[in-house]
């Protein structure tokens, strides 16, 4: 009973981790990266689509994102998608392929986007902080209905602490190596 609580929270804390580090993927580091248009969602026919289901993205050079349309005549309303969200890019077509120049990042919006991923980061260790308090919830009804003993509550609550620590902590790494690429100059 308690193994498989203990399982489910690693598998959750783990969704958690991945989460972040997904999201720490779509924010900008001055590199050209298709993922940094995962976010992107294009109104297409009356519904909002993500990007890449309508579109292949290629990245031809470092400071460049080329976006070919499945079908051209989402071009248009692709093009708004992009100049829409938050990405502080501009794009160009040739009404086939839309280009995106990567510019260079300034300092100041370096700034910015680390207190962007800081605060990724720290979703990403609440959600951690939720598995923990979801599962001590579980281990205190377990011990309430009497089919654990206290002993074995404190012994899986420590366990429990060791998994949430383990996994702030790679979210604490994740953040620390996602920071140093956006402030490389």
């Known amino acids: 009973m308690i193994d498989?609580?203990?399982?489910?929270?690693?598998?959750?804390?783990?969704?958690?981790?991945?989460h972040t580090q997904h999201e720490f993927n779509t924010v900008r580091t001055g590199r050209a990266s298709a993922a940094l248009?995962?976010?992107?969602?294009?109104?297409?026919?009356?519904?909002?689509?993500?990007?890449?289901?309508?579109?292949?993205?290629?990245?031809?050079?470092?400071?460049?994102l080329t976006i070919q349309p499945f079908d051209p005549s989402s071009l248009r309303s692709i093009e708004r998608a992009i100049q829409e969200s938050e990405l502080g890019l501009?794009?160009?077509?040739?009404?086939?392929l839309i280009r995106l120049p990567i510019p260079q990042l300034t300092e100041e919006r370096r700034k910015e986007?680390?207190?962007?991923?800081?605060?990724l980061a720290e979703e990403g260790r609440v959600a951690v902080r939720?598995?923990?308090r979801d599962c001590m919830h579980h281990l205190k009804e377990l011990v309430d209905n009497g089919d654990v003993g206290a002993d074995e509550e404190h012994r899986a609550e420590e366990?429990?602490?060791?998994?949430?620590?383990?996994?702030?902590?790679?979210?604490?790494?994740?953040l620390k190596r996602k920071e140093a690429e956006i402030l490389e100059v």
């Open 4 to 18: 498989e609580l203990i399982s489910d929270a690693v598998r959750r804390m783990d969704q958690s981790v991945e």
């Open 37 to 64: 248009l995962d976010r992107v969602q294009v109104e297409y026919y009356g519904q909002k689509t993500p990007l890449k289901q309508l579109a292949t993205i290629n990245v031809p050079e470092p400071r460049l």
């Open 90 to 96: 501009t794009p160009s077509n040739d009404g086939k």
């Open 113 to 119: 986007l680390v207190k962007v991923v800081r605060h």
């Open 130 to 132: 939720n598995v923990r």
């Open 159 to 174: 366990r429990v602490q060791k998994l949430t620590d383990e996994h702030v902590a790679k979210i604490d790494d994740l």
